[in-house]
């Protein structure tokens, strides 16, 4: 028996997340010592740290946005547009595995624009680029925690290798934007796929564009800052008093932990690749443990949060969410309207 409509994919996250549960169960912390840490939780430096997770995101969205502006000069969307879409991004990768936030900010934009067949591709560039300015915090990041710290062997091997394709995407990136406009009729030419291709060229024009794209790196760099003040208000939170290149480790794991997000949150996983590495630093595991599911908590409230109201906004549901990445050029094509009615799940 065969399960309609290609969902057999979700019992893949299900079983995952049963083969965690069953090892958290079995080679988990102290349960009783985990429950202790929480009510020992200082809740103004939570207050402050979800304030300044949420100041991250108005700066990552800010670099989105001056990305934007310079691909599409024809049609500037408002910043408060480019945030909710942002925004809606953020609850899709945290709900939904894969990574799939990123088409879904791209089709709330989508959704607002004239052309619709011209900006999938062009949009698509801008997230591209967007994730490239992270390259520049994070090497930044990597190299002060490197020397003022120290990070596990795994860690620094997945770093280096993320790195690495990350600056070979960069270099392309900056190569494919610096070649020659093509005109409508040349596209059209060039065929569907060869279309959205340089459509996505397009979508990185900001890498031939030294000053705005020195302004796109500045408001990507202020937003791991205060993300990095972000973790270091958390660790005080739950009484963890270390320095801040501590908190530069944690934050640095936080994200090689989700780099494959193979169920929502990498829940367990995450927690545990920042439990292991305090332990050197005198917190306990049990302690370490909570800490974690604070902080992902903490992380999870704004992108949650926010994301649910802009969704709400926007008039879509979760399980439309869910569905917004198949209307991408070259994606599956959406379930018939007997299949959709049968998939459906209030949001």
């Avoid at 997230?127 to 990041?141: K, Q, S, Y």
């Amino acid at each position: 028996m065969t399960i309609p409509g290609g969902r057999w994919r979700l019992l893949i996250p299900v079983v995952l997340l049963g083969v965690v549960g069953f090892m958290l169960w079995w080679r988990g912390p102290d349960w009783h010592a985990v429950g202790n840490a929480f009510t020992a939780v200082e809740w103004p430096w939570v207050v402050a740290a979800v304030g300044l997770n949420l100041l991250s995101v108005v700066a990552r969205s800010a670099c989105w946005y001056t990305t934007i502006k310079l691909a599409m000069p024809e049609w500037r969307p408002r910043f408060s547009l480019v945030f909710s879409a942002f925004c809606v991004g953020l609850l899709g990768n945290v709900v939904i595995p894969g990574r799939v936030g990123e088409l879904a900010r791209v089709a709330v934009l989508v959704r607002r624009m004239p052309r619709r067949d011209r900006a999938w591709g062009t949009l698509i560039g801008s997230v591209v680029a967007h994730r490239m300015f992270d390259l520049f915090p994070v090497t930044a990041l990597v190299i002060w925690v490197v020397i003022a710290a120290s990070l596990p062997q795994w860690a620094v091997t997945s770093i280096v290798a993320v790195l690495a394709i990350s600056f070979a995407i960069l270099a392309f990136a900056v190569l494919a934007a610096r070649r020659h406009q093509t005109s409508v009729r040349e596209e059209f030419a060039l065929g569907k796929v060869r279309g959205l291709i340089e459509q996505v060229r397009v979508g990185i024009a900001i890498m031939r564009a030294p000053i705005p794209a020195a302004v796109a790196a500045g408001f990507q760099s202020l937003g791991w800052l205060c993300q990095l003040f972000a973790v270091w208000t958390a660790m005080r939170a739950f009484g963890i008093h270390q320095h801040l290149e501590v908190a530069g480790v944690v934050l640095v794991l936080m994200n090689v932990a989700t780099i494959f997000p193979l169920w929502p949150g990498n829940v367990g996983l995450l927690q545990a690749a920042i439990a292991v590495p305090l332990r050197q630093y005198g917190v306990r595991y049990a302690k370490g443990f909570a800490f974690g599911i604070g902080l992902q908590a903490i992380e999870a409230s704004v992108g949650v949060g926010i994301g649910l109201v802009f969704l709400a906004r926007e008039g879509l549901s979760l399980a439309t969410l869910r569905e917004m990445p198949r209307e991408a050029p070259g994606a599956e094509p959406p379930a018939t309207e007997p299949e959709r009615e049968h998939a459906r799940v209030p949001g």
